[in-house]
């Protein structure tokens, strides 16, 4: 119980979504006013009904949030850490965002101008941003910025490839030219590695990212203190520029209303529902056993997060596992019973189908229906026909690794050694650390067979996700995959994109680099003093204390 | 297996028959009744999940039941019912202590013979000795659960390193002792090798003092065990253990503290039991602690 | 003395070596490394080989284990991976709050025994004092663990005396420090109190063995003269070990408390350490606490030759 999370920080919390991009220039207001329409028009608006709701803002007064870990820097680039993301979101910006609904919109950038061949992306900066520390926001800064982003953030991995250069017009303008089209600006948007440091910060930065006396950004917020261990204090950013338009998600104007927001290192889960209850903090993201508790208790208030992560189980490709044939792999996703796995987690509001996609159903732009179909074949007898077919021995074992560091994984593996031993299949189960596990997986490839894990809901472009890239060294054929990839990255239209997702979606329902299992969403619980949060994550620089 | 114990500790070798253990048992009520305690526990926890549920055995529609009738300790989240898991949680907890305390005394003895014997090589291995208790015990808990995983195997040899040195230091300084005792110098002189010396003269004679031994680690072990098993590091669920089980509970403290109590209680009585039996039989084995138990026994008489 | 004090030394450099070597090897040899921590599931080979390199992490075992030797030698415990902040540096940041768990309980713990025990010695005649005595010994069989959500449970979550968990440097704000500490502390108390108190007892025990008391008494003594003049003072020295012993062990063993307590202490730091794969901070912490292990005991044993002259440092 005193395990921290460290998957948190494989798994970052951060929301994405892909988005087709317009080709025309965008410029901020108008991409603004779609997003406020947009808005609207689907669900309440972030700020506007719960000004009401919550009463007129106050300033003042500080928040105290909990997160699970010391994030160690704030190096959203070298350090994937949810913390990192959770709290450099409120000292940094990026060029572009996601706004509450997953689509980019721009911060730093007053506009932004794919070329007409896609291989070119121009950024026009905001005039008179500066950092915290008076320093006005330079195009050389971004250039640096990106550039490290791209050199060395795994989230911007799929991007390394196909850059070409990022190049300073001038101070207010930076082009970013890629070899072939990709989605720039979902990537970007999404990956809080795209944040915008100063050159200088950069050039210092060591081995494990940016040192912590560099800590400068032009977001609402900045660091006052960080004691190790214990607590980061953030406090009002006296020279934020906001950008135009409300706040939403990660973008828009941020009122800034609190004097500090104090985030408190609890690893303890148990302690942090304790301390949520008797008011040692304001925000939480409890565990998924605690939701009926939290729910019961008048004093806290629940919002489930629109985001969610997809529960999966990994098959190896790899020759030494049982799951390198495709009809062993079918055997399995024909043997899971993917509904009761998700019904023995016991919290049907946080759970949905996952109906065999890598993104939300709600996520429409990713989401895709071409595996679901496949998805829901369950058919233990046919199952166990296809396991002789697929020369499983009878005395062979299925071994499932995973990691402890969430139970529903363990939980998740249960349910499936049962159905494996209804049919008189062996299995084992096996669960590290997570850096064990990841150890295991790499350095032994062949010493596994089923891995659970988890992976955002959200990815901003298919290639992301583990369900299309498998994992590294499963020995997942690649070969056939890249030229769908890159049809999805040359779409024009959302139609043809569209298309594109569900080809891929059905070439790895095809190949079952993973059988999705169901999608679990988050939640945050606060106390009643907090004001005017949405639940959009823990994303605070636009919430207030009530007086 | 405890029965055993205490019957071995009361025979020690050859100068006493059967007959002073009567006696003894009659001047030690405390090593009876916590004897008799211990062995119950342990019989309960062996039959009651023959007559039980399924401790594993899910009802969604009795979830976090207060402890009733039905299900004495209540039911937890998944509707387990909480009096199986906990007698089938005492046989793991009690299984692994008995397990680990064999190993530890085991092997702690085996080192404390030959450090004790050979004295080059014993001051040596002392050293090690010394530097291994210096090394944070959780630390090596940690390291070998991230290892080999959290389970049964890791928890072992954990536990096992942890205690070993102890034992270790107190079988050698008897060994020490005894190794300068005229009959073990003359199986020397008389052409016996070493090690048949050892096993012939010296070992029955540490014995008793190791089986005391193994009572009071067993003590130990039982909450080392237990803290392991809370951690997450020792044996992990759905087998439950003592402290699992206090672990899945902690969740619930406010609404069902009962999920907390009863398993952690057993322990606690369980180690108390453990180091009362201990403590008793140690005056039996250990000439100073039976000079000390007569004093204050003498003291108390007098006094009162 | 002097040499005495110097064998010592020698055997402290010793330990420390020998846990030092261990602990590099068994580190390296356990699988996943901070690299992969750090980068997540996402990253890919070139990356992580790239930040391993960055890291000191390629190259043969025995080369980076003489580098790391030869840093230790001259004092550098190098830099922590997941903090960034030279080793030393860490561990004087989370020392203070598991040195004021393990002082404060230790001190505590180590008056109550005296009283206790004294008590007893004093009044023999006295139950109340008698039964304190024994019922101080079921503290021993308490799990720390449980004990900690009990009190959690009646003084903080229902009577709401405490706050649940937290930690302020009693320093900076003692008005907020204390009610944080009763109940972590509490628990170590009892635990403690009930350790020392055995080991006290057989002192007063052992003592009252002792011819010399017989002697006393012929000559009329009385037993509460004989027992404060003699009895206790005698019997306090094994206590003075047993409390070093269990300091030391302390340092390294309130990891239960300081995470149910959410106390940023060493324990939990290397909790911490140990998930992220943070090597070197991992190293420090670990030879810290077996440096203080072997620190306290010499000093122990030191100022019991200075209380006990007949007992010689060896």
Redesign the interface.
């Known amino acids: 119980m005193i395990r921290d999370t460290p998957l948190n920080q494989q798994l970052p919390s951060r929301r994405h979504r892909k988005r087709q991009l317009p080709r025309r220039i965008l410029a901020a207001t108008a991409a603004v006013l779609v997003a406020a329409g947009l808005a609207s028009a689907c669900n309440s608006q972030a700020t506007g009904t719960n000004d009401g709701a919550d009463g007129p803002p106050v300033k003042g007064g500080n928040l105290t949030v909990r997160i699970a870990q010391d994030p160690g820097s704030l190096d959203a680039v070298k350090n994937t850490n949810a913390g990192v993301s959770y709290i450099s979101h409120e000292v940094f910006e990026q060029l572009v965002t996601i706004d509450k609904n997953y689509q980019p919109q721009p911060v730093l950038a007053e506009s932004y101008q794919k070329s007409d061949d896609g291989l070119a992306f121009t950024f026009t900066l905001r005039q008179g941003v500066t950092f915290s520390d008076g320093t006005p926001l330079k195009a050389a800064d971004v250039v640096a910025s990106l550039k490290y982003w791209v050199e060395n953030g795994s989230y911007a991995g799929s991007l390394k490839p196909v850059l070409k250069d990022v190049t300073a017009k001038d101070d207010a303008t930076v082009e970013v030219s890629l070899k072939r089209p990709f989605n720039l600006i979902a990537l970007m948007a999404a990956s809080a590695g795209s944040e915008i440091h100063k050159a200088a910060d950069i050039a210092a930065s060591g081995p494990t990212g940016i040192p912590n006396d560099r800590i400068v950004g032009t977001g609402p917020y900045k660091v006052k203190s960080w004691t190790r261990g214990q607590q980061i204090v953030l406090e009002r950013n006296t020279n934020y520029k906001p950008p135009k338009g409300p706040s939403s998600g990660y973008a828009g104007a941020k009122r800034a209303f609190l004097d500090t927001i104090t985030y408190k290192i609890v690893a303890d889960e148990d302690a942090v529902l304790n301390g949520l209850k008797t008011g040692l903090w304001d925000v939480a993201e409890p565990s998924h056993d605690q939701y009926d508790q939290i729910k019961s208790d008048a004093q806290l208030k629940i919002k489930v997060e629109a985001a969610a992560n997809v529960q999966y189980v990994a098959l190896n490709h790899n020759s030494g596992s049982i799951f390198s044939k495709p009809q062993a792999r079918d055997a399995m996703n024909m043997l899971i019973d993917k509904k009761a796995i998700m019904a023995a987690q016991g919290v049907p509001e946080l759970t949905q189908p996952s109906n065999g996609a890598f993104a939300t159903l709600t996520n429409k732009n990713l989401y895709s229906d071409a595996g679901k179909a496949k998805w829901e074949q369950n058919d233990p007898e046919q199952a166990k026909q296809m396991f002789a077919a697929a020369g499983l021995r009878p005395d062979q074992t299925i071994r499932m690794i995973t990691t402890d560091e969430f139970p529903q994984f363990k939980d998740a593996l249960l349910v499936i050694q049962n159905q494996l031993k209804k049919i008189g299949i062996k299995s084992s189960i096996e669960s590290y650390d997570f850096a064990t596990l990841m150890g295991r997986k790499n350095n032994k490839p062949n010493s596994w067979d089923v891995l659970a894990l988890m992976d955002d809901g959200n990815p901003p472009v298919p290639s992301y996700t583990d369900n299309v890239n498998g994992l590294d060294n499963s020995g997942y054929p690649r070969d056939k995959l890249a030229p769908l990839l890159e049809a999805y990255d040359r779409a024009k239209t959302p139609e043809e994109a569209k298309k594109a997702v569900d080809a891929i979606q059905g070439f790895t329902s095809q190949n079952l680099p993973t059988i999705t299992l169901y999608m679990a969403k988050n939640y945050v619980a606060h106390r009643p003093n907090v004001g005017g949060y949405d639940g959009w994550g823990m994303e605070f620089a636009d919430v207030w204390i009530k007086k | 297996m405890t029965a055993t114990l205490v019957k071995k500790a009361g025979a020690p070798p050859r100068r006493r028959p059967l007959a002073p253990v009567a006696s003894f048992a009659r001047h030690n009520k405390t090593l009876v009744v916590a004897g008799t305690l211990l062995v119950s526990i342990t019989v309960l926890v062996l039959v009651l999940p023959l007559l039980l549920t399924d401790p594993n055995a899910t009802d969604p529609a009795r979830r976090l039941l207060s402890p009733s009738l039905d299900h004495p300790m209540g039911t937890d989240k998944f509707g387990r019912d909480l009096f199986a898991r906990w007698a089938t949680a005492g046989r793991v907890s009690i299984g692994m202590t008995l397990l680990i305390t064999l190993c530890a005394a085991s092997l702690g003895t085996f080192i404390g013979l030959v450090a004790g014997y050979f004295v080059r090589v014993g001051s040596v291995i002392m050293r090690i000795v010394d530097a291994w208790m210096a090394f944070p015990s959780i630390i090596l808990a940690i390291v070998f659960a991230v290892v080999i995983g959290p389970g049964m195997l890791s928890e072992l040899l954990a536990v096992t390193i942890i205690f070993t040195p102890y034992t270790a230091r107190i079988i050698r300084s008897r060994t020490l002792s005894l190794a300068t005792r005229t009959y073990v110098k003359a199986a020397r002189v008389s052409g016996m090798g070493p090690w048949k010396t050892l096993a012939v003269h010296v070992l029955p004679n540490t014995l008793p003092l190791a089986v005391v031994q193994c009572v009071l680690l067993s003590a130990g072990t039982m909450l080392i065990d237990g803290t392991l098993s809370f951690l997450g590091l020792g044996i992990s669920p759905p087998t439950a253990t003592w402290g699992n089980m206090v672990a899945d509970g902690r969740t619930y403290l406010q609404e069902h503290p009962t999920m907390v109590l009863f398993p952690g209680l057993s322990i606690a009585v369980f180690v108390f039991l453990l180091n009362l039996a201990g403590g008793s039989l140690r005056a039996f084995v250990d000439p100073r602690a039976r000079l000390l138990l007569t004093q204050q026994r003498r003291r108390r008489k007098v006094r009162a | 003395m002097v040499l005495v004090i110097l064998r010592r030394l020698r ?1 402290l450099v ?2 420390l070596f ?2 030092g070597t ?1 602990l590099f090897f ?2 390296r ?6 690299a ?10 070139e ?1 992580l080989d790239r ?1 391993r390199a ?2 000191g992490l390629t190259g043969p075992k025995y080369e980076q284990y003489l580098n790391w030797l030869g840093n230790v030698v001259t004092g550098d415990f190098g830099t922590s ?5 030279p080793v030393l540096q ?1 561990i004087g ?2 020392i203070a709050p598991t040195l004021t768990l393990a002082v404060t309980s230790t001190a505590i713990s180590f008056v109550l025994t005296v009283l206790i025990v004294s008590w007893a010695a004093v009044s ?2 006295n139950w109340v004092a008698r039964f304190v005595n024994r019922a101080t ?2 503290g ?8 900690a ?2 009190v ?2 009646v003084f ?3 009577l ?1 005396w405490f ?5 302020t440097p009693f320093f900076a704000d003692p008005v907020a420090a204390v009610p944080q500490l009763v109940l972590p502390v509490a628990v170590l108390v009892i635990g403690q109190t009930a350790f020392f108190t055995i080991t006290m007892e ?1 002192g007063v ?2 003592e ?2 002792q011819p010399y008391l017989r002697t006393a008494r012929a000559k009329g003594v009385t037993e509460r003269r004989i027992a404060i003049r003699h009895v206790l003072p005698n019997a306090m020295l094994p206590v003075l070990t047993t409390v070093g012993l269990n300091f ?2 302390l ?3 309130v ?2 408390i300081e ?4 106390i ?1 202490g060493l ?6 350490a ?4 943070d090597f070197p901070l ?1 190293q420090g912490v ?1 030879m810290f ?2 440096f203080l ?2 620190a306290v005991n010499l000093l122990v044993d030191l100022t019991y030759s200075l209380v006990n002259p007949k007992v010689r440092v060896a």
């Open positions: 055997d010793l330990v020998v846990v261990t068994l580190l040899s356990i699988p996943g490394d901070p992969q921590v750090l980068l997540g599931t996402k990253a890919s080979p990356q930040l960055d890291l991976i997941h903090y960034q902040q860490v940041d989370h023999p005649h010994q079921f021993l069989a308490l799990p720390e663990f449980w004990l959500l009990l959690v449970y903080a979550l229902n709401g706050p649940t968990s937290g930690y057989e025990l052992g009252l063995s030391a062990s340092i390294g063993g990891v239960v995470s149910i307590f959410v940023p324990g939990t730091t290397l909790l911490g140990v998930y992220a794969r991992i670990v606490i077996a292990f072997v």
